[in-house]
């Protein structure tokens, strides 16, 4: 089965969805990496960590850090 919108199967593209909600519980909470897993439908941290270094080639806390010295830098 596959997302009309997308082209992309439906697994892949709730699997994106859960990550990008990650990302912004990443960037606007202050909730613990093991919360945010657990609340975007991860079973545990890993699996979280795991998906996320497949889609954006880095893990959480890379990310996280990143995106944060970029808007440190623009602000």
């Avoid at 997308?6 to 892949?12: E, G």
């Avoid at 519980?25 to 975007?40: K, M």
């Amino acid at each position: 089965m596959r997302c009309v919108k997308t082209r992309l199967p439906v697994l892949a593209v709730m699997i994106e969805r859960r990550v990008d909600m990650a990302k912004t519980y990443l960037l606007h909470s202050d909730l613990p990496l093991a919360d945010i897993a657990v609340r975007c439908g991860f079973g545990e941290q890993s699996a979280l960590n795991e998906v996320f270094r497949g889609l954006s080639k880095q893990g959480c806390s890379e990310w996280c850090a990143l995106k944060s010295e970029v808007s440190n830098w623009w602000f």
